[in-house]
Every structure is written in structure tokens, then in C-alpha cells.
């Protein structure tokens, strides 16, 4: 038994946690939210692709780094942690090693690996985060993969303005596998994916917190000094140090094909996608009326909280641990 | 690096512990150990544990363990609530003081009381709280005096609270040596024996009824030098590191809730009828919180044997464990029903789940301590 990352892991996390903190400041959050600057974001773009990021889940021969989904974990924390306004954890933990499993029938993989091709996903319908800025939409339903370029594109208002999300229209061609453990272990890679991201959301909605309260004075004393602030603080904290390491075991678990990955990854969205929200309210709420306003960054990281969280869907991973755990599936018999 | 599965090493210790377990663990359980008779049959199992060396595993051979690594630890913890194995009374040397005999004992202190404690010939209980002084431990007033001719000090002043107090054999405790150095400095960590005369202990019930608290008096109690564990004066740091054990992962390792969360599962599932869409979501929700735990832990063993001190993250722990096992009897009592009000394991668990939040260190101190001391928040004014 061993737990903690190891020294490359841990250099390859702080080559991204560095790299992010200079090109994907709060400003270039902002950035993505309309009217914006494209041309600031299509800069982060290739700034990520040339550190070979989109190639991480690929494995050497095809073009990549070779890494594993426990590799990813870390990284997809500091995507998170930065809130990255772009679709690096669909193209990079999803797509990417998807085209190369698959021996890249459509000849993408290239276009993917030197960052000149965007893969967004599609979620519910026809909404899909970041259709706006994607050159390529994975579907993944009903037993497929597909790999289709969109027919038509409207844009959609969204709460987080920097997920540039379009109703899509789609073609019906495109099948890439129909292989059902492999289109599972899409579905699984991006649920690890986001409850990697919100984790890292959490952790800077946490810093943002913890900074302010420690300066802000009321009542001639920061406010951080007052136990109704800390142990709300302490909770949030509480939350999110209890999700990392499931998050991390299910990157793991993934990575090395255990028998129980899909209850893992269920358990890591529960954990993450629970620890993040709370943390988004107890930040806004410890923060104070300045949390509340759209000059302040903290929104830029709750709002993109939000819409991953809202993403995974709670209901779909409590069915599928209550199968695994042999529950009678949510009503009386 | 990451691997999640018992090594070859471990799987044949594990394999072991289960056998063994299996063939030993007292069917039907023994009564409540918090109570005079049980506590006596609960000896009597610790006693069978140090016989087949399996009371204090991770200990050296020479004080009766196993030296099973951290990870042998957490395995023998997980096989031990697995097979519904009794609760440990001894759990106070072991688990609380024993961690700070190795790291504050004198050679002569180790191998005198280590092997006692792992034979359970000693039975310690803690002498920490007092009427006046709860959760503001350094508020105690409890007093040691230096009698020179004498050649020891004499102890005064009462402890409450102190779990087992009534059954056990021996006592650890803060008592104040210098009244007139600051609350943290003036206090000193003493070994008493509870048949020293001037001791008198009187047990009285707790919420459970049991007779599991006892409040201890001395009067003018005479013990010698070598009654000293880390230092005259020494007293707050030494407690702070058996607080730590308390909190930590040394008490409440994640065998005993995964246990838990196994056997909420199986009663969910045996009562199908009353698994309403609500109560199967928390019965999930307490179960997946038992196997945070475990992450949680086994990272922190990790980083453990990586060199780092859990300290303060402690009360990480302490605040997850408690709630948590709330959580898992609370939900049993709903699953049950009508029938929760009866004597069962769900509600003595379920009465014993809600200490959790208060020894140790109430989880509102624990909150203070995360903010302050994890977060780097402003003190409380």
C-alpha cells in the first residue's frame, strides 16, 4: 500500500500550477466571458499545447506524454484551481486518449495533439460547454462514441459567461467505437475530469477566502478571528480534504482497471461535487457583500463551480453505488 | 507513488488476522465493557489478544507486538471491527498513552509500563478533565506538590469525566506543579496508580446508563519521581501529543466505521420495506463517507511514513470520524423505525456516536484549531 504522489507527478503538477498562474490569471477568465477577447484565450490555447498537455492520456508511440489517469488527477486540479476557460479536461483526459485507442480514424489526433483542434463534449440535449470555441463535439450516448463536427451553432447565455456554450446541431455519423468498456471509461474519465476540476475550484475559492478574511477588519478585528467565520471555514476545509484523496484513488482505480472504478469515480463526484458547492456559499457568504458582486473574482470560480457540478448529475452516481451495494434502486418494492 | 492494494507482505498479514479473528472473536458478543462485568470479560479478551500477539501489533517484539508496519496497522484494524471483534477497553494504553510513552518515556519508563500496557496487567484511564476545567484543559487546578523528604510529590484535587475510570487500574492525568507560571507552563504529566492511598474513584452512569464515567479525588496522593512522564513543567506538550493520538488516526482508525457502514448497508438491504428513496440516498451518502475516511487516512499514513506530522491535522480527523459516526447510527435509527427505541447495538451506538463531538476536545474547539493552526486564520479574540 501507497498513497501520495510521486516526484514526477508532483513536478509535472507545479510545471502547470506555475505555468497557469502567469497565462490564466483571473483577467483571463474574464476574458472569455462576452464580449471578451478571443484572441487572449486562443493564446492560453497553445500555450497549454506546446507543454504537450493535450497529448497527456496518449500514450508515446501516438505523440503523448504516456500518462495515466492518476497522472491526470493533479493536473486537471490546477485546470480547476485556475478555471481555465477552455476545454482542456474534455480534449485532453477524454478525447485525446479516446482517437488513440481507437487508431484515429477521422486523422484528428494531430490537429489535437498541436493544439489546433478543440474537442468539447456534449452534455444533456444539445447544450455543449464550450461549443462555441470547439472545433470537434464528442457524444457520448447510447452505447457510442462520436466524434462529429457541428452543423449548426447557437450560442447560449450561461450563468458562467466563460464556458462559451451553443446549442449544437449534430450529425448522427461520426461513430467512432461502440465498444461499450471503452465508451464507459470516457463517461469515467470525464467524471473524474470535473470532480478533479472542482476540487481545484474549491481550493481557490478556499485561498480567496481565507486571504480575505484575514485582512478585512469589522469590529476593530479581522474578521477571520471570529469563530462563526472559522468554523464555517474549517467545514469547507473539512470538505475538501476528505474528497482529494478519493478523487485521487479513483484516478487510480481507473488507471489500473479494478474491478470497482465506476463506484470510485461515483464516489469521488459525490465527495467533490458536494466539498466544492459548500465551499462556493461559505466563500460568498464569509466574503461578505463584496462576494457578491461581479468585480470581485470569487464569481468567476463559483459560477464555474456550479455548472461542473451541475454537470455530473448526483442522481446517476447514487443509483449506481446502490447497485454496487445491492439497494433496492430508489423506492419502495 | 500509488498503489492501492495490500502488498504480498500485507495480504499474508491480513490473511492471518482474519484466521485467527475468526476462530477467536467471542460469540455472542460480550455486554458493553462499560459496565463492571463486562468490562472484567472484556480483559479477559485482551488478555487472549496479547497471548496470540495480536494486541498491540505495531509494537516491537520485545514489548509483545508484531513491528507491523503503519499499513499491517490499518489492516489488523479493518479485519479487527470486521469480525465484530469487542471494543477495546485497554484502548487508553494503548492507543493514547503508549504513543506518548515512546515519544516522552525514559528507557526505564518504556520497559517497565509498555509490556504491562500490551499484556493489559495495567489498565490506564485519563485524568484530564475537571469541573472547571473541560475544554479549557489549561484551566486545570488539580495540583502537585515537591515533598523533598519524601522523595515524590503528592497529588490533590479531582478529575471527572474520566471514562472507565471505575474499572481501570491506573490513571494519566495533568496535574499543576508551578501555580505560579502561565496556564500552559505551570503543568506537569503524572502516572498515578488509582490504588495509591488518598485515591478514591466513584463511577456513575452516562448517557447511556452505563457506569462508564467515574469521577476521580486525590488527597494528599504521594507517587515518586519516575511518576513524571516528559518533564516537571513539561506537562502541556506532553498532553498535546496524547491529544494528538486521541484525535488522530491512533484511536479512530477507518476499520471500525467501514465496519459500520458494511453492517448499515446489510440492515438497509434487510429492510427493504422501509428503504424509502430519501433513506437509501443517506444510507449511500453515510457509506461513501466511510470510504472517504479511509482515502483520507491512507493518504495521511503516506505522508506519515514520508516523515510528516499529522499535528494539527488531527482534528481533520476528529471532526470527520465523529460526525461520521453519527451519521451511520443515525441512519440505522431510521431504518429501524418504531423499533430504534429498543435496546440494541444501532442505539448504544447510536448514544455512544454522540461523544464523539465532545471528548477529545469538543469539535468546537477542533474547528478553532483547523481555522488557526491549518488555515493560518487570525486568532480568536
Known amino acids: 500500500m501507497r498513497f501520495c504522489l510521486d516526484a514526477d507527478q508532483v513536478a509535472l503538477r507545479d510545471a502547470v500550477r506555475d505555468m497557469l498562474a502567469l497565462e490564466c490569471p483571473p483577467a483571463l477568465v474574464r476574458a472569455a466571458w462576452p464580449p471578451g477577447d478571443p484572441a487572449a484565450v486562443a493564446a492560453l490555447w497553445r500555450d497549454l499545447a506546446r507543454m504537450g498537455l493535450f497529448g497527456a492520456a496518449v500514450s508515446v508511440h501516438c505523440g503523448g506524454l504516456g500518462l495515466g489517469e492518476t497522472d491526470l488527477v493533479p493536473i486537471l486540479t490546477e485546470v480547476g484551481y485556475a478555471a481555465v476557460p477552455l476545454p482542456v479536461a474534455e480534449t485532453m483526459a477524454v478525447a485525446a486518449p ?45 452505447g457510442r462514441a462520436r466524434i462529429v463536427e457541428p452543423l449548426t ?23 467512432v467505437t461502440d465498444d461499450p468498456e471503452l465508451v464507459d471509461l470516457c463517461l469515467d474519465r470525464a467524471d473524474l475530469a470535473t470532480a478533479a476540476q472542482l476540487l481545484g475550484l474549491g481550493r481557490r475559492m478556499l485561498d480567496l477566502t481565507v486571504g480575505y478574511v484575514g485582512t478585512r477588519r469589522q469590529f476593530g478585528a479581522p474578521i477571520g478571528s471570529f469563530q462563526a467565520v472559522q468554523h464555517r471555514l474549517a467545514d469547507a476545509l473539512l470538505g475538501l480534504e476528505f474528497a482529494m484523496p478519493a478523487v485521487l484513488a479513483a484516478g487510480w ?3 489500473h482497471r479494478t474491478g470497482s472504478r465506476r463506484q470510485d469515480v461515483s464516489i469521488a463526484v459525490l465527495l467533490a461535487g458536494d466539498a466544492a458547492r459548500t465551499m462556493a456559499k461559505t466563500a460568498i457568504q464569509c466574503h461578505g457583500a463584496i462576494g457578491y458582486t461581479v468585480e470581485y473574482d470569487l464569481h468567476l470560480y463559483a459560477k464555474r463551480t456550479w455548472a461542473l457540478a451541475a454537470s455530473c448529475g448526483t442522481d446517476s452516481h447514487l443509483d449506481r453505488l446502490a447497485a454496487a451495494l445491492d439497494l433496492p434502486k430508489g423506492g419502495f418494492p | 507513488m500509488i498503489d492501492l492494494v495490500d502488498t504480498a507482505e500485507e495480504a499474508r498479514f491480513r490473511t492471518s488476522a482474519r484466521a485467527w479473528l475468526r476462530a477467536n472473536v467471542p460469540s455472542p458478543p ?14 479477559e479478551w485482551e488478555r487472549r489478544l496479547f497471548d496470540a500477539r495480536w494486541s498491540v501489533v505495531s509494537w516491537p517484539e520485545r514489548y509483545g507486538g508484531r513491528d507491523a508496519s503503519l499499513w499491517e496497522w490499518l489492516v489488523f484494524e479493518e479485519e479487527y471491527y470486521a469480525a465484530g471483534a469487542p471494543q477495546r477497553v485497554t484502548q487508553n494504553g494503548i492507543f493514547l498513552l503508549a504513543p506518548t510513552l515512546y515519544e516522552f518515556g525514559t528507557p526505564a519508563q518504556q520497559d517497565h509500563l509498555l509490556p504491562r500496557i500490551a499484556a493489559a496487567e495495567d489498565l490506564w484511564c485519563q485524568g484530564w478533565s475537571e469541573p472547571e476545567a473541560g475544554s479549557d484543559l489549561a484551566a486545570v487546578t488539580s495540583r502537585a506538590v515537591r515533598d523533598d523528604a519524601a522523595g515524590g510529590w503528592r497529588l490533590s484535587g479531582q478529575k471527572t469525566w474520566t471514562t472507565r475510570g471505575a474499572f481501570c487500574t491506573h490513571l494519566f492525568g495533568l496535574f499543576r506543579t508551578d501555580p505560579t507560571a502561565g496556564r500552559h507552563r505551570g503543568l506537569t ?15 456513575f452512569g452516562r448517557l ?46 477507518p476499520g471500525r466505521f467501514l465496519a459500520t457502514a458494511d453492517r448499515l448497508v446489510a440492515l438497509a438491504r434487510s429492510r427493504a420495506e422501509a428503504l424509502s428513496p430519501r433513506l437509501r440516498d443517506r444510507v449511500i451518502r453515510a457509506w ?21 506530522q499529522p499535528g494539527a491535522r488531527a482534528s481533520l480527523n476528529k471532526l470527520f ?61
Not at chain 1, 498541436?114 to 450516448?141: E, F, K, N, Q, S
Not at chain 2, 487516512?297 to 503516506?302: A, C, E, L
Not at chain 2, 454522540?354 to 486564520?377: H, K, M, S
Request: charged residues 20%; hydrophobic residues 45%.
Open chain 1, 253 to 255: 482505480a481507473l488507471a
Open chain 1, 153 to 175: 451553432t447557437a450560442v447560449v447565455s450561461t450563468v458562467d459567461g466563460s464556458r462559451a456554450a451553443a446549442r449544437l446541431a449534430l450529425p448522427s455519423a461520426g461513430t
Open chain 2, 189 to 203: 504529566y503524572f502516572l498515578v496508580p488509582l490504588g495509591a492511598p488518598g485515591v478514591t474513584v466513584r463511577g
Open chain 2, 288 to 308: 461513501v463517507g466511510a470510504q472517504a475516511y479511509q482515502m483520507f487516512t491512507r493518504h495521511q499514513v503516506s505522508a506519515m511514513l514520508d516523515g510528516a
Open chain 1, 98 to 142: 479516446l482517437l488513440a485507442a481507437t487508431g484515429d480514424p477521422g486523422g484528428y489526433l494531430p490537429g489535437v495533439l498541436a493544439g489546433t483542434t478543440r474537442v468539447a463534449i456534449a452534455g444533456a440535449g444539445d447544450l455543449v460547454p464550450y461549443g462555441m470555441l470547439a472545433d470537434l463535439v464528442l457524444v457520448l450516448r447510447d
Open chain 2, 321 to 381: 470520524w465523529s460526525e461520521l459516526d453519527i451519521e451511520l447510527h443515525e441512519t440505522a435509527l431510521e431504518l429501524l423505525g418504531a423499533e430504534a427505541e429498543t435496546d440494541t447495538a444501532w442505539s448504544r451506538g447510536f448514544l455512544f456516536s454522540l461523544a464523539g463531538p465532545i471528548y477529545a476536545g469538543t469539535n468546537e474547539i477542533q474547528r478553532t484549531i483547523v481555522a488557526e493552526r491549518v488555515l493560518g486564520l487570525p486568532r480568536a479574540p
Open chain 2, 30 to 43: 460480550l455486554p458493553s465493557g462499560d459496565t463492571r462485568e463486562g468490562f472484567a470479560r472484556h480483559v
Open chain 2, 208 to 253: 447511556d446508563g452505563d457506569e462508564g464515567f467515574a469521577e476521580v479525588t486525590f488527597v494528599d496522593v504521594l507517587v515518586p519521581d519516575e511518576a513524571v512522564l516528559g518533564g516537571v513543567g513539561n506537562g502541556w506538550r506532553v498532553a498535546m501529543s496524547t491529544a494528538s493520538s486521541e484525535r488522530g488516526l491512533s484511536l479512530r482508525s
